[in-house]
């Protein structure tokens, strides 16, 4: 009796370990087909997404390309924006310790709008990488936005101290260009603007 126990709970055992097999596999594939679709703005993005994160309810990154998909399949008159800001919320609950994720959280909040979200979520992902270098740009963009040079400047010194080759930042610490922002499918962004006849010089 002992022994046609154990065999039939190896056999359990055997076909629960394959059914989770075949859920990270479905999951694993799923991921990828939105990942690809992602850069094609392809609605399938977010149905392969969707299929990942049923799937792998736990794992961050579906959420991550599920709200990178979002925002990229806005339309004229529709933003993605409120989507994106959904899943990357979902995210950094799954893995708060990817600076990462609070980067693009913040990135979305920007285009979705909300200036005093973005910003935590930007000095969250410095708080959990210091070097991080776009969190430190779009801080100096959004103190540009707000009129305040002296912070912008902050940020784009030590953006440039942690990569001296980024000839936009560099020409924005000159004068030479400024941070604008644009509206485009309901989202924000930003765009340089290069027009400047009179630059204000922001280096020492």
Same mark, same amino acid.
């Given at each position: %009796?002992?022994?046609?126990?154990? *065999? ?23 991921? *990828? ?5 992602? #850069? #094609?703005? #392809? %609605? ?22 599920? %709200? ?43 285009? %979705? ?7 935590? $979520? ?64 309901? $989202?924000? #962004? ?15």
């Amino acid at each position: %009796a002992l022994a046609r126990s154990l *065999k039939v709970a190896s056999v359990v055992l055997a076909s629960v370990a394959t059914v989770a097999g075949l859920v990270l596999i479905v999951g694993d594939i799923s991921l *990828k087909r939105a990942t690809i679709s992602t #850069s #094609s703005i #392809s %609605a399938t993005a977010i149905g392969e997404g969707n299929t990942a994160n049923t799937l792998l309810p736990a794992w961050p990154i579906p959420a991550v390309t599920l %709200a990178r998909a979002h925002y990229l399949t806005g339309t004229p008159g529709h933003s993605g924006a409120a989507q994106a800001v959904h899943w990357s919320q979902i995210a950094v609950q799954r893995n708060p310790t990817q600076s990462n994720y609070w980067y693009y959280l913040a990135a979305y909040q920007f285009s %979705a709008g909300n200036d005093a979200g973005a910003r935590a $979520a930007a000095h969250r992902a410095l708080a959990l990488n210091p070097v991080h270098i776009t969190a430190l740009n779009l801080l100096a963009n959004m103190a540009f936005l707000d009129g305040n040079r002296a912070a912008q400047r902050r940020y784009l010194v030590e953006s440039l101290r942690y990569t001296p080759s980024q000839t936009l930042e560099r020409q924005y610490l000159r004068g030479q260009c400024k941070p604008a922002a644009i509206t485009a499918f309901g $989202a924000r #962004s930003i765009s340089p603007d290069c027009t400047q006849h009179q630059p204000e010089n922001l280096l020492p």
